[in-house]
């Protein structure tokens, strides 16, 4: 059956607009729905049909070839379910022919499509050929609100992250790890805890946090009134840099948007970034972190909060007063109704 042959690929013969006989063999209902599309389609600067004499040479052979060449056009619709637009896209194929009825559309296409499709002529010209012609691209892009929603995707969860992770050699810091730490703990935890890197025992282990900083920790956590398990602690980089080093600018470009699919994946109301390194990967803040630290930020649709680094906390102990008050700060903040 051929489908909408294009006046430059066939010798057009009767157009159908003035097809005297055919219309009338068909009922009024039809008639009106078939004068509905073609309409639509002169308003979308689609005003020749053609229809190839019966028994026409290769009319079979040809029409194959079209149909392959030019399937049936796909009318995009406003209606933003997918299913509607399957359904309106199979009433959208119009098939004119002799051996089948041909299928119409059930109801008219949108007035507010036509007028995008419009908006897509040349400035003052009429379509070029092309733009006549029905293509075999996507539906036409509209505009922001005439265009359905693109299809909602699914979060990932910390097994598709670890999985693409793999045996990570995207940066020099696999050349000395022992082991990558990816991260551990709740894998919806409302808290999540972001440090620089792991240290020997982390790279050893391949757990985060298990030496003497993580030790002091687990105290917070505790002091907020949770368990190690309820939260979720990882690092900016999963690989233990040489000499407990800060890692590199290429280290953390490299690992941390595995970071950021963690944290979409968990979801969590709280990261708290533990250290200057994981304030300033999370949040680009670049200010010392002594005039940032116990503030809390936008982070996407959740908050940051920005705490001393343990480690930091061991090296001066004095500090420990203020590491302290910034977690009774995270303990409030989770009390708090979300
Ligand atoms: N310091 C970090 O930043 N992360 C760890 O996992 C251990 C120590």
């Known amino acids: 059956m051929a489908v909408f042959q294009h006046p430059a690929r066939c010798q057009p013969s009767v157009p159908l607009r003035f097809a005297p006989g055919y219309l009338k063999a068909v009922d009024n209902k039809l008639r009106d729905e078939i004068t509905a599309w073609l309409e639509f389609y002169r308003d979308l600067g689609i005003e020749d049909f053609y229809r190839r004499e019966p028994g026409s040479r290769s009319e079979t052979a040809d029409s194959k070839l079209e149909s392959r060449q030019h399937p049936e056009p796909r009318i995009p619709s406003p209606d933003p379910s997918a299913k509607a637009l399957r359904r309106q896209s199979s009433g959208a194929s119009a098939t004119f022919g002799r051996q089948a009825e041909p299928r119409v559309p059930t109801r008219r296409p949108e007035r507010s499509v036509a007028r995008a499709l419009e908006r897509r002529r040349p400035l003052g010209g009429r379509p070029s050929p092309e733009s006549r012609a029905p293509s075999l691209s996507p539906p036409l892009s509209l505009s922001l609100f005439e265009a ?56 050893e282990q391949g757990l985060p946090f298990v030496g003497r900083a993580g030790q ?100 001066n102990p004095r500090e420990e007063k203020i590491l302290r008050e910034d977690f009774e700060t995270i303990r409030e903040f989770l009390k708090s109704p979300r």
């Open 216 to 315: 002091l920790l687990n105290r917070m956590i505790q002091f907020v009134g949770m368990k190690r398990e309820e939260v979720y602690i990882c690092n900016i980089v999963k690989c233990r840099p040489p000499g407990n080093r800060t890692p590199g600018k290429d280290e953390v470009d490299a690992c941390s948007p595995f970071l950021f699919r963690q944290i979409e994946a968990i979801r969590p109301r709280l990261v708290c970034c533990l250290g200057a390194p994981a304030m300033k990967t999370l949040l680009g803040i670049k200010e010392g972190i002594t005039r940032v630290r116990g503030q809390f930020f936008d982070y996407g649709s959740t908050k940051a909060f920005v705490a001393y680094h343990p480690a930091y906390i061991l090296r």
């Open 148 to 203: 359905p929603p693109p299809p909602r995707r699914e979060p990932e969860t910390l097994e598709q992250v670890r999985a693409d992770l793999g045996d990570c050699r995207r940066c020099r810091l696999a050349g000395g790890r022992q082991t990558i730490v990816f991260g551990q703990g709740n894998p919806h935890a409302e808290l999540v805890f972001v440090g620089e890197g792991p240290g020997a025992d982390e790279d």
